[in-house]
């Protein structure tokens, strides 16, 4: 079973940057793929980016060029540097992590179903 415990969310004014870390324990293979969702309030958790062990990258469109995710395979820890923040990326950011191939589930959709361990979420709320 793999823990996935997250940092770094916070309050922030808009046009501000955070960064997310997500540190993985217990039994973690080395192919294992890192990522990040957020869930809104009252809407539906939705992907936002993810990482591969040979460092491929996936980012939902409304976060291209402005996330950057990124990983520490000694550490097996995985980041989520946010620039240009704005209100509507407030929600809470969860950790994911999946065994499955990374180019099978972008292609499935990044359904939830397909990442096997999640961290508790971290808040980030960006004020306008």
């Known amino acids: 079973q793999v823990q996935l415990v997250e940092s770094g969310g916070g309050l922030v004014q808009a046009g501000g940057s955070l960064r997310l870390s997500c540190a993985a324990s217990?039994?973690?293979?080395?192919?294992?793929?890192m990522g990040w969702f957020r869930q809104a309030l009252g809407k539906e958790r939705e992907f936002v980016a993810a990482?591969?062990?040979?460092?491929?990258?996936y980012y939902a469109d409304s976060v291209k060029g402005r996330f950057t995710i990124s990983r520490d395979n000694a550490k097996i820890t995985v980041y989520l540097q946010m620039n240009s923040l704005n209100p509507e990326d407030t929600a809470v950011y969860y950790c994911?992590?999946?065994?499955?191939?990374?180019?099978?589930?972008?292609?499935?959709?990044?359904?939830?179903?397909?990442?096997?361990?999640w961290g508790q979420g971290t808040q980030v709320t960006v004020s306008s």
């Open positions: 990482i591969n062990c040979s460092g491929s990258t």
């Open positions: 217990g039994r973690t293979p080395s192919y294992y793929t």
């Open positions: 994911a992590g999946t065994r499955r191939n990374m180019a099978v589930v972008a292609g499935a959709g990044y359904r939830l179903s397909d990442f096997d361990s």
